[in-house]
């Protein structure tokens, strides 16, 4: 597939979703979700192995009021987040246009862009590093993929002072000071 043709079918992606955002049911008591640091989803604090579920989930995963929730028409279930419900586990990259997607362990693709922007976190003693996913969920980029995402931004050397930034889709993140 040509860059350009999957690009147009990642931006087409937000109309698969159904619209949680306006499904408001009664919150579900004694039901136990969760979503570790390591991508994995338990239910009853037992792990959910089967993908197909977590990708069913994932769609219908809504972030409000600071929390996270599992939204049906007539169920509401609270979802623990230990960082963030989706992480970046890989990326493809057109070098020649800087343009960037970012793929998701849920099997969404993201570009990179000023509506999914890259930010820097810091949760207890690390910078982490998150972007805008979906309607205002996010996902954190994993070590190895952040180390790739270095390696690019030193290449298109873009630093004209001390911070590191990464252009993509003609936008620059800050992946960091460097020292």
């Known amino acids: 597939m ?3 043709e999957f690009l147009k079918s990642i931006n087409s992606l937000e109309d698969n979703y159904p619209p949680v955002h306006l499904w408001n049911p009664d919150l579900c008591d ?15 604090n037992s792990i959910i ?14 972030f409000e009021s600071g929390n996270y929730y ?11 987040v230990d960082i963030a419900p989706y992480m970046i586990i890989d990326y493809e990259i057109d070098a020649q246009k800087e343009k960037i997607i970012l793929k998701t362990n849920l099997d969404l693709s993201i570009p990179l862009d000023k509506d999914h922007k890259l930010e820097l976190k810091k949760i207890g003693e690390e910078q982490i590093p998150f ?9 954190f980029i994993s070590r190895s993929i952040y180390y790739s995402l270095i390696e690019i931004a030193l290449k298109q050397e873009n630093t004209p ?9 003609d936008c620059d993140f800050n992946l960091g000071e460097i020292r």
């Open 161 to 169: 002072s001390d911070q590191l930034i990464l252009k993509s889709f």
């Open 49 to 62: 192995g089967r993908d197909k579920l977590k990708l069913l989930f994932s769609r219908i995963l809504k």
């Open 70 to 80: 599992l939204v049906t028409p007539t169920e509401k279930v609270i979802v623990k």
């Open 30 to 44: 004694g039901v136990e979700m969760r979503i570790d640091r390591e991508g994995n989803w338990y239910y009853q």
């Open 131 to 139: 972007i805008q996913v979906r309607d205002n969920i996010e996902g």
């Open 2 to 4: 040509e860059f350009s």
